[in-house]
């Protein structure tokens, strides 16, 4: 049974940092993407950044590309999201999700078979 556990959020102003942190159990297949996704309130889901076990892939959304970064340790089967100059529209709850097969970027997100309960990230002064 695959498990994700979400942490690390929580408020930070304008232009400030903020890592966040999955840590995986249970996956099985020796290749799993792993991604956050985020959702804003009133708004729908967004596919912010992944990751592929097999060769780090990585894929960005425009809206994060240069600001966020999201890479893994395998030691410690935790994939983080290092988010920097963070933007008030950056505020949303955001999920870590994983998939046992290929992904296609950008709605990866439709693609995720297990998802973690969320961490709220608000950006605020």
């Known amino acids: 049974q695959v498990q994700l556990v979400e942490s690390g959020g929580g408020l930070v102003q304008p232009g400030g940092s903020l890592r966040l942190s999955c840590e995986v159990s249970?996956?099985?297949?020796?290749?799993?993407?792993i991604g956050w996704i985020r959702q804003a309130p009133g708004k729908g889901r967004e596919g912010v950044a992944c990751i592929s076990s097999a060769d780090d892939l990585t894929y960005y959304a425009d809206s994060v590309k240069g600001r966020f970064t999201i890479y893994r340790d395998s030691v410690k089967n935790t994939v983080y999201i290092e988010m920097n100059h963070l933007k008030s529209e950056d505020t949303a709850i955001y999920y870590c999700a994983a998939s046992d097969g290929a992904v296609a970027a950008p709605r990866f997100d439709d693609a995720m078979d297990d998802w973690g309960k969320g961490t709220l990230v608000t950006v605020s002064s």
């Open positions: 249970g996956i099985s297949s020796a290749y799993y993407v």
